[in-house]
């Protein structure tokens, strides 16, 4: 359960770090490239519940 809360924070305090210093994110720019690192997320963490 503590991971899913550290994973956002984690996530937007890097999106805002890249953003402070000026940093190219490290992310797809298109949302097709977004969606697909979302799911790959939630597949992860799927199976990582599902067979851990």
């Known amino acids: ?4 809360m550290v994973g956002p924070v984690l ?4 999106g805002a ?6 940093i190219p994110l490290p992310a ?5 490239g977004a969606l697909l690192v979302v799911a790959m997320t939630v ?3 799927l199976g990582d519940h599902f067979l851990g």
Request: proline share 9%.
């Open 28 to 32: 797809p720019p298109k949302l097709q």
């Open 43 to 45: 597949g992860y963490l």
């Open 11 to 14: 996530a937007l305090a890097i």
């Open 17 to 22: 770090g890249c953003r402070l210093l000026d």
């Open 1 to 4: 359960m503590m991971q899913l």
